[in-house]
């Protein structure tokens, strides 16, 4: 719960903040004058208000009529906290519709009863609620609309992290591509053309009823309070990308780096298998095909190579062959007998294939024009246990050479940090 | 010690602890003496609705920490002077020196808590 406490009277702020920080859970934001108060109140959204009457520069009641006069703060509970005791303000005050008078000094014995009984009658707190409300995933779009393409980029771009996103310049294109769309979620921006915000939040809600739908507004300094209160929650605009990252927060389900790189590259996988089956085929003419792997499968032999990619995430490509297909291709890479290929052969084989397939990955990702870079030359594992990666963070695709046995290749992505140090052995355990 | 200006009992009962009972009475302290040197300037103008905002907020800091006397001075300039009636003008300088008092007190008050505080260390 946050309040705010607006007092010109330092002593009182003083005394306000510890009986209300010591009392109920919440924070609070403090202001001298009517004016600032009117600014914060724009900026930051309050459970209710503690508010003086004589203040500099706007007393209480101004402050008062102006916030009854905006849709978005008409209901805004307000205690006054005065030691103005003329009738005739106390009664312009009840008809202003404030929850309580109490007068100064501020004890906590008059005022905080005052305080817990509002609070008791609040609406509870949105975390709750908000758990159930439309956020922009892997599998679920978010719609952007805003007639200025450096914002609009800008804002993209951050949501693009966390989903696919439809992008349009104008309020009559965001309708048509909401029609079209299953997007539960919708920012709304500026300069939308004839078809403006209020229209298109109108119509938006028609068609798909207030609980299906999310509308979130980009908004800046100089937004009234009106135009606010249109939409369900707001953003402020900022060219800030660090900002933004915070703000989209609670707008957005905040992926496993695996479920993220998957919406850059939707088909990690099936490049993995096409680098599986070049490899093996131009090096032991064999075919490879896809096969089912355990939660926990074990390896004869294993290595891994490290790829970053679009300077975002690290990706660690591993190999792991059970010791039939490690003793198969290590007997025909290096025409030897089979029975006397050793173990050191086998952890030789696994990092020449785990080269190879980071090669032609690197060259998949490079004919995509994603920038990608192997970051770290092939380390061997030795053997032992490889698990399915945790949902969200990898993914552990299981192959088959013909006539050779199996292997597996685990993907394990992690988000790239800066100044890394060297990372642990991947999936081998 | 006793104190006249002020109800140290009440302030310390309210607020229990005595670290910020004392960053109280030195906000308090230091607003008083800035709105009293404000109100001596204002009263030597002549600009009566200056005076009536000082004793206004003079009225608002005393309370915090009881100073009923000043309160009741500070009360009586700003609803008299609230209700058109100048003659309360007159009792400035009384209010003026009952703030100097009580920021005498305030301090001493100060210093004892300081003590007190020093030596539960």
């Known amino acids: 719960m946050h309040v705010l406490v607006c007092d010109d009277d330092n002593a009182t702020r003083f005394a306000v903040k510890r009986m209300l920080t010591q009392q109920i859970p919440c924070t609070i934001s403090e202001c001298a004058d009517g004016v600032q108060a009117l600014q914060l109140i724009g900026r930051e959204k309050f459970a209710f208000i503690l508010l003086d009457v004589e203040m500099p520069a706007m007393s209480g009641i101004e402050v008062l009529e102006l916030l009854r006069e905006s849709p978005a703060t008409k209901d805004l509970p307000v205690i006054v906290l005065s030691n103005v005791r003329d009738d005739r303000v106390v009664r312009h005050l009840l008809k202003l519709g404030v929850s309580d008078y109490v007068l100064k000094p501020a004890r906590a014995e008059k005022l905080m009863p005052k305080i817990q009984r509002l609070v008791s009658i609040l609406p509870k707190e949105k975390p709750a609620r908000e758990q159930g409300l439309p956020r922009v995933s892997a599998s679920h779009p978010g719609l952007v609309v805003d007639g200025n393409l450096d914002f609009r980029f800008v804002f993209t771009t951050e949501l693009q992290r966390y989903g696919a996103v439809l992008e349009c310049d104008s309020g009559a294109a965001a309708l048509a591509a909401f029609r079209d769309s299953t997007a539960r979620i919708v920012f709304v921006g500026r300069e939308l053309g004839v078809v403006g915000a209020e229209l298109l939040v109108r119509k938006m809600r028609e068609a798909r009823g207030a609980d299906g739908l999310r509308v979130v507004g980009l908004v800046d300094e100089h937004t009234d309070a009106s135009f606010k209160s249109l939409f369900d929650a707001v953003i402020p605009r900022s060219f800030n990308t660090q900002e933004l990252h915070e703000a989209l927060r609670p707008f957005v389900v905040v992926p496993g780096p695996m479920t993220a790189l998957s919406i850059v590259v939707p088909d990690m996988a099936e490049l993995v298998l096409g680098a599986a089956g070049q490899v093996f085929g131009m090096m032991l003419d064999a075919d490879v095909a896809t096969i089912e792997p355990q939660s926990t499968v074990v390896a004869a032999a294993s290595a891994h190579v490290d790829l970053t990619l679009e300077d975002r995430f690290v990706i660690r490509l591993g190999v792991h062959m059970g010791v039939v297909a490690a003793t198969a291709v290590a007997a025909r890479m290096m025409s030897a007998d089979p029975a006397k290929v050793t173990d050191q052969d086998r952890a030789t084989v696994a990092g020449e294939v785990s080269n190879l397939l980071m090669a032609r990955l690197h060259a998949s990702l490079s004919e995509r024009s994603l920038k990608s870079e192997v970051s770290a030359s092939v380390q061997a594992d030795g053997g032992g246990q490889v698990k399915q990666p945790v949902d969200g963070e990898g993914l552990l695709i299981g192959l088959a050479i013909s006539g050779a046995g199996e292997f597996f290749v685990s993907l394990l992505a992690r988000n790239k940090v800066p100044e890394e140090s060297p990372q642990p052995a991947g999936a081998a355990a | ?121």
């Open chain 2, 1 to 121: 010690m006793g104190y006249v200006e002020f109800d140290a009992d009440e302030v310390m009962q309210e607020f229990g602890d005595a670290s910020v009972v004392s960053e109280l009475a030195g906000i308090v302290r230091t607003d008083l003496g800035s709105y009293a040197r404000d109100l001596q300037a204002a009263y030597a103008a002549g600009t009566l609705e200056e005076v009536r905002r000082l004793a206004h907020a003079i009225k608002g800091a005393a309370g915090n920490v009881a100073a009923r006397a000043v309160c009741t001075l500070a009360a009586a300039i700003d609803n008299g002077l609230r209700a058109g009636d100048t003659s309360v003008a007159a009792q400035t300088p009384d209010l003026i020196a009952a703030c100097s008092r009580l920021e005498r007190e305030l301090g001493e008050w100060l210093e004892t808590l300081s003590q007190t505080e020093d030596a539960t260390r």
